[in-house]
């Protein structure tokens, strides 16, 4: 019996597949190389998945990648907030998600 208990509390987690964390991934290794980011943290959760990027190790994420299987027929599982809580980006597709991120890396150089 408490074998099944704890097979089901197992089962009752959201977590990112690997594809999803593939291109999360990728997008975590060109950060790493250009400076931008250090760290990382992935939680698994009842209700979502959370992938938290920081610049350093004891500070606040800078964004927080989730997955919110619930909202998939709604506006999205996928969702990007940024360190003030403030969602960039929601959607169906993670990848496309993510380019918000990748857009706001970008900067002029002079």
């Known amino acids: 019996m408490n074998m099944q208990a704890s097979s089901r509390s197992m089962v009752s987690q959201v977590s990112f597949d690997r594809r999803e964390l593939g291109v999360i991934l990728s997008l975590y290794g060109r950060m790493v190389a250009a400076g931008e980011w250090r760290d990382y943290g992935i939680s698994c959760l ?25 909202l998939r027929n709604r506006q999205g599982m996928y969702m990007v907030i940024n360190m003030d809580g403030q969602i960039l980006k929601r959607g169906h597709d993670l990848a496309q998600v993510l380019r918000v991120i990748e857009r706001k890396s970008l900067r002029v150089v002079d």
């Open 46 to 70: 009842s209700q979502c998945a959370v992938f938290s990027v920081f610049r350093r190790t004891a500070e606040h994420p800078l964004y927080r990648i989730e997955k919110h299987p619930a």
